[in-house]
């Protein structure tokens, strides 16, 4: 009886240790009786009739899969039609998705920025948005705060400064803060929109070059007379 308790208690505390989900049972744990074969003596023993335990629920901190709702590519269609609502280019917000999070919609800056265009909370409330870890809210956010800081100093660098640094180091300096941080940003932003600009343009021509009508290359056919006026025909 003693090694029974043992046994029960052993498999309570290991219970204890493993968080339970709403969709988790506990295991059936049964007493049987059964007479050893080389004393004769009834031995009392527990056994458990374990269940496959359900997977557990990924943690919203792990970066999406490929074709998911939040990858790149489910993104790439929030980006255009965002982008196309106000006014801006694709290209630039997804250089500055990432720069700031490397497309990840979980991701927190030790600042406190969150989502794919790392929305402070304050910015985040100012636009209404209600889950900055939610891709769409998150975007449309970002995309209209930084149409409106274009507009605010008419300039993509200024406005990139503004979206890092905050509007008041733009206009307290009149340029880019002579912060590390933002010129750093702003840099990155640049190059990366710069890329992006190059490899689409590059496309584009590859497209149009494709589109042309194929040469023809057959050969000439040309007629002429000898001097008797005999006609010939050859092809060069």
Sequence with gaps: MRLCFCIVVAVGAANA??????????????????????????????????KPIPDRVVSPHTVPAAGSPF?????????????GKYNIDPLLVHSVIQVESNYNPY???????????QLI?????????????????????GVKYLKYLQDL???????????????????????????????????????KYGEAR??????????SDSEKPARDEHPRLE????????IYLRTR
């Design 71 to 83: 990858s790149p590519v489910g993104i790439d269609e929030m980006v255009k039609t965002t982008a």
């Design 223 to 230: 007629q002429y007379t000898d001097e008797q006026g005999r």
């Design 17 to 50: 240790m493993e968080p339970m989900t709403v969709t988790q049972t506990p295991p059936k744990v049964a007493s049987v009786v059964r007479a050893d074969p080389q004393s004769g003596r009834l031995v009392r023993s527990v056994v458990i009739n374990p």
């Design 121 to 141: 909370p304050s910015t985040a409330r100012r636009f209404g948005v209600k889950n900055s870890f939610d891709a769409r809210e998150n975007i449309e956010a």
């Design 153 to 191: 100093f008419g300039d993509d660098r200024k406005a990139l400064a503004a979206y890092n640094a905050g509007e008041g180091a733009v206009t307290r300096y009149h340029t880019i803060p002579p912060y590390p941080e933002t010129m750093n940003y702003v840099y990155q932003v640049g190059k």
């Design 198 to 207: 190059r490899a689409a343009e590059s496309k584009r021509v590859t497209a």
């Design 107 to 117: 991701a927190i800056s030790p600042k406190g920025a969150e989502g794919l265009m």
